[in-house]
């Protein structure tokens, strides 16, 4: 497997182990619609939501949440659109981006909450 994959799956499990210790319970992991992936489908409380992850070994060309671009947006909300559909779900979405640096053996990891008011 490539490297950069070895890291965004690093970058996942780390993500799924900060939700689990912060109340939230996990839906699923990688849900696929058309042509979107959503990373994480988490729960907490009446809220689901919606969060890409985003990993990177530096900061050098940009913080990883800057890589959550216009197109990626249109993307997760229309794939958790369709989950919500899918399942019949009367719920309240919320979309996070969870933006992580993982150089040698330290991780930073940075939440942002209802990050696309962040990102337009």
């Known amino acids: ?5 070895e ?4 970058g996942e499990q780390k993500a799924i182990a900060y939700l689990k210790e912060n109340g939230y319970t996990i839906c699923t992991t990688n849900w ?6 959503i990373d994480i489908i988490a729960q907490k409380a009446e809220t689901y939501v919606c969060v890409e992850v985003k990993t990177r070994t530096s900061n ?3 913080d990883p949440q800057d890589f959550v671009d216009k197109k990626k947006i249109k993307l997760l ?15 309240e979405v ?12 330290k991780t930073t990891l ?4 209802d990050a696309f008011f962040y990102f337009d």
């Open 1 to 5: 497997m490539a490297d950069h994959n």
């Open 7 to 10: 890291l965004g799956k690093l």
């Open 110 to 113: 940075t939440h942002f909450k």
């Open 77 to 91: 909300v229309k794939a958790m659109n369709e989950y919500i559909i899918s399942n019949d779900l009367d719920v």
């Open 60 to 62: 050098y060309f940009g």
């Open 94 to 105: 919320r979309f996070d981006v969870i933006a992580i640096i993982h150089h040698k053996n």
């Open 32 to 37: 696929r619609f058309q042509k979107a992936e």
